[in-house]
């Protein structure tokens, strides 16, 4: 007989004391109805400086099916999200905002591709309750990355999505610092499905996200997968010595046969400060990545766990046979530094 089905929901939070109650409420009510179970929730508090943390224990006193984790500090959002994978026992996982922006009420439409035999269903944004010019900003920026990626990018997919265990596994062995989750979900492969979801709008409280912290996000994706930038500095860089050789043959045929020099000391001048500026352009491009290298070698944890409540899970049949399973705090330890201790 095969063991019953079990899902775990895997949620970050930051400063979410506002919509945690009514979160909780509604995911509660939306995995009572999936069939199998206990179910599991896995909240991470990434360094919140309300009262969350409050609630949170509070919650999991309550209901032996929370597992919280309180991290050191605040981390960021794919830190927190990758704790949370670490943290998850359940056959499937949900991986979901906690502001009610992915409605809860979606997760039983994943769990039936699941059982279909999909380990990965992401939501596509059918639709998402956001400025114009934020929508537009979304718009472009999954489209020039699918343009760049040498990797197919589904398209307006965000984090929210159902994980099989074998997909959390192997995200897990993924050590990469600069995570995009949405990509390497994608990198792992196996059959992956998308189906349209509605975004809300955020319950309540402000988006963490501020523009720069959006923008980093961004820049992360095309970082993580692409090198198109360092093979555009190629292009360029080419195309400009095709230009000048034209240019020194023009010069010389000029001054042989027409007896007269190129003139123009405005155009030298444009001309050298246009090509300054490409220059340091992709010095900066080629500083991103050498700074990406940097972050990557010094190998620092993604995350510290400072805390946690009702782990590991009392009822585990399946808990993942890894060395980080019944110690969180090893979890956020490289390999490097565990061994070097
Ligand atoms: N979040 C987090 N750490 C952060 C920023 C955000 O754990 O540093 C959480 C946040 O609580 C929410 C999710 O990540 O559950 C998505 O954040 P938010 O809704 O602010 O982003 P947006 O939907 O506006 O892009
Ligand atoms: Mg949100």
């Avoid at 929508?135 to 307006?156: G, N, Q, W």
């Avoid at 001309?271 to 070698?297: P, W």
């Avoid at 944890?301 to 782990?311: C, E, H, M, Q, R």
Wanted: net charge positive.
């Amino acid at each position: 007989m095969s063991l019953p089905f079990r899902l775990s929901v895997a949620v970050p939070l930051y400063n979410e004391e506002s919509v945690l109650p009514e979160f909780l409420r509604r995911t509660r009510a939306v995995i009572d109805t999936v069939a199998g179970g206990p179910h599991q929730m896995v909240l991470v508090d990434d360094g919140s400086v309300d009262r969350t943390w409050a609630l949170l224990e509070e919650a999991a006193a309550a209901d032996s099916r929370l597992v919280v984790v309180g991290l050191s500090r605040n981390f960021g959002h794919q830190a927190a999200l990758t704790a949370a994978l670490d943290h998850c026992s359940g056959d499937a996982v949900v991986v979901m905002d906690a502001d009610l922006q992915d409605v809860p009420e979606a997760i039983p439409l994943f769990v039936e591709k699941f059982q279909q035999g999909y380990d990965v269903v992401y939501a596509t944004r059918a639709s998402r309750k956001e400025a114009w010019w934020l929508k537009l900003c979304y718009f472009l920026f999954y489209r020039v990355l699918a343009m760049l990626s040498e990797m197919r990018l589904p398209l307006d997919a965000g984090d929210f999505a159902l994980l099989s265990r074998r997909v959390v596994e192997q995200l897990r062995r993924l050590p990469e610092h600069h995570r995009y989750l949405r990509g390497l979900r994608s990198w792992v492969g196996f059959p992956q499905i998308g189906i349209p979801v509605d975004r809300a709008e955020r319950h309540s409280g402000k988006s963490k996200y501020s523009i720069g912290k959006l923008l980093r996000l961004a820049s992360d994706g095309i970082f993580a997968f692409s090198i198109v930038p360092l093979r555009a500095a190629i292009l360029t860089g080419a195309l400009a010595t095709a230009l000048s050789v034209l240019f020194a043959i023009y010069s010389v045929y000029a001054r042989l046969f027409l007896k007269r020099s190129p003139q123009g000391f405005t155009a030298l001048v444009l001309l050298i400060t246009f090509l300054s500026g490409i220059l340091l352009f992709f010095m900066g491009i080629i500083g991103e990545y050498v700074g990406r290298l940097y972050e990557e070698v010094k190998a620092r944890p993604l995350y510290i766990v400072g805390k946690t409540v009702g782990w590991p899970p009392a009822h585990s049949p399946a808990l993942p046979a890894t060395e980080f399973a019944t110690e969180p705090i090893e979890a956020s330890r490289s390999a490097a530094q565990v061994k070097n201790k």
